[in-house]
């Protein structure tokens, strides 16, 4: 089995030179920041779940790892089409990158987006295996009705589509709407889900996976701030106070994406897999 000392060292060394990199300026690594940066972090991440119990995506379960990197990949472009309504954020930087065609500047987009699932997935089994929410429960059990799953389904939509009819004030339904159409469908079809868990009182993950947003919102920011090719964010009434790049405001929705990344990767793993082997329960 692998350990620490392995990949875990050179996550490190990937996440210093690439800091290092932000100062020097070092051509084609500082234009490719994002990706290599991100792959450090997962490295390092998964090397600590391993240590800590000898059991981590990269060193058991690889198979779902990579196949993470591509699902995710593919579902950031689906937030990437819902910025086309509202327009929140904005890449600078990218033309002086060697990505004058499309198929580079394609490839840049995804390689980069690929790390954002693995790294949530990584943070959030840290967190729980240091066992930091595990104890946390409701008090009170709810029942969950078919009524109440189409009710929420139908928000989903409506918080879908409301943001490209009146993007200046509906832009924030951007990160709930798909959370809302799929974690219903998801425990339907007996899918771990987020409601799933609320049902059994036990609030471990969904507190974890919020947790991870914030920590990975942060880095995603503080690290974004010091690039080259970076994001900036266009968004009215609230675009005040800014840590980095992102209006302190903005950071409450990172609570909500971790839920909606979680509730779309089980709703597609579930069109080709049925077995149910990481954080279902």
């Known amino acids: 089995m692998l350990k620490f000392k392995y990949y875990g060292i ?3 060394a990937l996440i210093f ?3 290092i990199n932000f100062l020097l300026k070092v051509q084609p690594f500082a234009n490719w920041y994002f990706p290599i940066i991100w792959l450090g972090y997962i490295l390092l991440i998964d090397s600590l779940v391993c240590k800590l119990k000898n059991n981590s995506l990269l060193s058991n379960r690889f198979p779902q790892l990579l196949g993470m990197f591509v699902i995710s990949a593919l579902f950031w472009f689906i937030f990437e089409f819902l910025n086309i309504g509202v327009q929140n954020w904005s890449y600078s930087g990218i033309e002086i ?3 004058g065609n499309f198929f580079n ?9 690929s790390t954002v699932l693995p790294a949530l ?3 959030t089994e840290l967190i729980r295996t240091l066992r930091l929410f ?14 109440f799953l189409f009710v929420m389904i139908g928000a989903g939509i409506l918080c879908f589509v409301l943001p490209f009819l ?9 990160w709930l709407s798909l959370f809302l159409i799929l974690d219903p469908i998801n425990y339907l079809h007996k899918q771990p889900s987020i409601i799933q868990h609320f049902k059994d009182k036990k609030l471990g993950i969904p507190l974890a996976l919020m947790a991870s947003g914030i920590i990975l919102g942060f880095f995603w920011e503080f690290w974004n701030y010091w690039a080259i090719p970076k994001w900036t964010y266009h968004i009215p009434y609230v675009g005040f106070l800014k840590i980095f790049e992102m209006p302190i405001l903005g950071y409450f929705g990172y609570l909500p994406f971790a839920l909606e990344l979680y509730a779309m990767y089980w709703f597609a ?13």
Not at 105 to 113: A, D, I, T, V
Not at 134 to 147: A, D, P, S
């Open 10 to 12: 050179v996550g490190i």
């Open 17 to 19: 030179l690439v800091e």
């Open 97 to 99: 990158l060697d990505l």
């Open 105 to 113: 500047r394609q490839l840049f987009g995804f390689l980069s987006f």
């Open 121 to 123: 997935f990584e943070t």
């Open 134 to 147: 595990e104890k946390q429960k409701l008090k009170k059990k709810y029942k969950i009705t078919r009524r």
């Open 166 to 174: 009146l993007p200046e004030f509906a832009f924030p339904l951007v």
């Open 269 to 281: 793993r579930s069109l080709f897999i049925r077995k149910e082997i990481f954080l279902a329960r």
